[in-house]
């Protein structure tokens, strides 16, 4: 029903679109990344970034394609293969808590990015990256000297956009793989027969949730959790429980990486 007196129907936010990344091909960028994250405020688990690559033969994104934070999750998974037969590539990374523990949340971020990249087999001419942060492009003077062993990814140049998983199909489309690939892996280390159970992985996805937190406070952390953060559970200096969020790194034992961890899904060039 139409507000009093206004004869409109309220309408919802209106639906991304290529008109961002046709206007950057036109400025001579042909080959394009949408890039996006998830996970980044977890308490739990990995950071994950989703990339989908466009160029000016890709046609119209699927219809019903939004940010992921707008979907239902079977909408999402319903959109994951029509996003994958539209792409001219995609591919989902991730950094692990470990590797979040050892150098922190945003280059724990690059590397999920840098790996998607590489996962995708296309180097494209720009990345639109969600946000007004580039967490992408690495400051002159830092490395991931910690990961030296994987093959060095050269990162595009990239572009910033606040708000691109509204307005941009490509990077709505990179956060609905990035959300489907890290909920499932969540809902894996979290089914109520395992050892996490008592976490409610499959219901919060490691987010601090209140169920989450007081699994914290009467369990302590897993091997999964991430112990650089001050999580409840975890007691600092004083003895006293800590604070949730990103703290002090705290040590922790050598966690195995299950294979959806291990596992980058991808289609290259067609």
């Known amino acids: ?31 394009l990344a949408g890039m996006d ?28 394609v939004r940010d992921s934070k707008l979907l239902q999750p079977h909408a999402r998974e319903r959109m994951v293969p029509r996003i994958e ?24 971020l690059r590397l999920a990015g840098l790996r998607a990249l590489a996962a995708c087999g296309v180097r494209p001419d720009l990345v639109i990256l969600d946000g007004n942060h580039d967490w992408l492009t690495a ?5 991931l000297l910690a990961f030296a062993h994987e093959e060095a990814v050269a990162t595009p140049p990239v572009t910033t956009m606040v708000k691109a998983d509204l307005r941009c199909s490509s990077v ?23 050892e996490h159970g008592v976490y409610g992985w499959t219901e919060n996805k490691g987010y601090a949730a209140p169920e989450h937190l007081e699994a914290l406070r009467r369990h302590g952390p ?3 959790h991430r112990r650089s953060w001050r999580l409840p559970g975890l007691m600092d200096d004083d003895g006293a429980e800590a604070a949730c969020g990103p703290g002090p790194a705290t040590p922790a034992g050598p966690r195995a990486v299950p294979p959806a961890l291990t596992d980058l899904e991808r289609v290259g060039e067609r």
């Open 139 to 143: 400051p002159e003077d830092v490395g």
């Open 172 to 194: 709505a489309a990179a956060s609905v793989l990035a959300k489907v690939r890290r909920d499932r892996l969540m809902v894996e280390l979290g089914a109520d027969d395992g």
């Open 222 to 224: 897993s091997v999964w």
């Open 37 to 64: 994250e998830v996970g980044r405020g977890a308490l739990a688990g990995p950071v994950t970034v989703g990339v989908v690559v466009i160029d000016e033969a890709v046609r119209t994104a699927p219809q019903g």
């Open 85 to 108: 037969r539209w792409a001219r590539a995609h591919a989902v990374a991730h950094a692990s808590a470990d590797e979040i523990d050892a150098v922190g949340i945003i280059a724990a």
């Open 1 to 31: 029903m139409s507000p009093a007196g206004t004869g409109h129907t309220p309408r919802g936010p209106r639906a991304p679109s290529l008109r961002v990344e046709r206007a950057l091909q036109r400025q001579g960028h042909r080959v």
